[in-house]
């Protein structure tokens, strides 16, 4: 897949995995796992995949509706926060779509075979359409964020005729009655596609074009300030000892707002507000300050009526005061 859309030029095909794997018609029951029921109905459209039932449930599925696999691991944080998010949509979807769900400790062959895809880490979620496997997300993300890179992976399929185009009058697979959808906007079409891809340069330079026209665009302050807090992150050596160092010197201002990036990237928006919060109430001048500023910055990746972030204004102004 290219760095600018979904294309399947590409794209991993999974006809030799096919031919190498196990026919097995079996089914694990849908009634227990980490997919029972989710949501609330998610059952029928999420299952659990192994080894074995991979060809199957997600290989030979894929010809007939699009599969999004979620690699995740008991142990990963973040991928607690991702899984329920996907899931849910998952459910909201009703079958234009299916949740196969991996757990890579308990199936090694598959876990391995993300590593040789040269996935770093998880969560991670690829799609599969038609025996294609496309890398998707990689890393959590707040629910508006999932269900836009959905809509617009799907929109993209069905522009490359890989996908029929939705009927009129019915919602994009994600999405839901009441929630905001994306601009119809090229350039946010383009931003998105772009930043969930990884090409965050290409993202930056869309949403800036998009505020250059209207500086009071909400929902491209919030992408702008999403890609800024990526395109930080991914200048940091290794993001994991960023996090070791914030906790062997908890008086070093830089060093904590390093490590609020690498927890907002991945999904914990909470615990950067609160390091930071800390941070500001801990220090003086300069450093106080730059805490407060990056704060306030990151509050910008958030939609502005996002609970977290109105507890975290709270929190800083006592803080302050």
Request: charged share 25%; hydrophobic share 45%; aromatic share 6%.
């Amino acid at each position: 897949m290219s760095s600018r859309d979904f294309s399947l030029h590409g794209a991993i095909d999974l006809g030799a995995r096919q031919a190498a794997s196990r026919k097995q018609q079996e089914r694990r029951a849908q009634g227990g796992g980490a997919s029972a029921d989710a949501g609330g109905g998610a059952g029928q459209y999420v299952v659990d995949v192994t080894d074995q039932t991979f060809n199957t449930e997600v290989v030979e599925r894929s010809q007939s509706v699009p599969i999004l696999v979620d690699f995740w691991a008991e142990w990963c944080g973040p991928c607690k926060q991702l899984s329920p998010i996907l899931e849910k949509l998952a459910a909201e979807a009703a079958g234009a779509w299916i949740l196969a769900k991996v757990d890579i400790d308990a199936n090694p062959q598959l876990g391995a075979y993300m590593q040789q895809m040269g996935v770093r880490g998880i969560p991670f979620v690829a799609a599969v359409v038609a025996g294609q496997l496309l890398p998707f997300l990689n890393g959590a993300a707040p629910e508006a964020q999932v269900r836009q890179a959905i809509d617009q992976l799907f929109e993209a399929l069905r522009k490359e005729g890989i996908l029929p185009d939705a009927p009129e009058g019915e919602q994009e697979p994600a999405a839901v009655a009441g929630e905001e959808q994306p601009a119809a906007d090229p350039l946010y079409q383009e931003a998105q596609v772009a930043f969930h891809n990884g090409d965050l340069d290409g993202a930056k330079s869309a949403f800036e074009r998009i505020l250059a026209a209207d500086p009071r665009d909400a929902q491209a302050k919030q992408g702008l300030a999403a890609v800024e807090v990526s395109i930080r992150v991914r200048s940091l050596d290794d993001a994991e000892r960023v996090l070791r160092e914030a906790a062997e010197k908890p008086g070093d201002v830089q060093t904590q707002i390093g490590a609020a990036d690498v927890e907002m990237v991945s999904g914990r928006p909470e615990q950067a507000f609160e390091r930071l919060v800390t941070a500001v109430r801990t220090s003086a001048g300069d450093d106080r300050d730059a805490a407060r500023k990056h704060l306030l910055a990151l509050f910008e990746v958030l939609p502005p009526d996002d609970p977290r972030v109105a507890k975290a204004r709270r929190s800083l102004q006592s803080a302050l005061f």
